[in-house]
């Protein structure tokens, strides 16, 4: 039985291609502008990172999830499946972004807070540090949340 693999040119160099049988690194979309952004495979998990955005190489971002340009993920930041994180966000140390969950554009996650399922975070928004974000809740464009252990919302 003869075994086929995927045909894919790699860029070893600037200008030079290498023609070989491996995996796709890389993917190409389009956006709704019709520009088409490139987003490479994480090495912690295979998540899509937009070109411009930097990821930590301890963090984990997992498959289907997708990270746009200008993102900034912190060491041992955890970013579950199929989680959208918008450009210019900041999500910060040891955050962990649960499956699902849309992070808004210049949203802000602090040190170890934990976004739930299906959670949404507005543009703007801000998560404190420490902050336990429950599951399918909204944080608001612009609002500022911080919680204690419990989940449970601090006076602003």
Sequence with gaps: MKRRGFRLFLYSAPGALQEGIVGKN??????????????????????????????HPTAVIEAGAYV?????????????????VETDAVIGPDAEIAPHAHIGPRAAIGARAKIGVRTQVGTDARVAGGSLIGDDQ???????????????????
């Design 26 to 55: 890389y993917i190409d979309i389009e956006n709704d502008h019709g520009e088409t952004l490139r987003y490479r495979k994480h090495v912690n998990g295979r998540g899509l990172i937009a070109h411009g955005a930097k990821v």
């Design 138 to 156: 909204t944080i608001g464009d612009g609002e500022k949340v911080a919680t204690d252990k419990r989940g449970l919302r601090l006076a602003a």
């Design 68 to 84: 746009e340009p200008g993102v900034q993920i912190a060491a041992g930041a955890h970013v579950g499946r199929g989680v959208w």
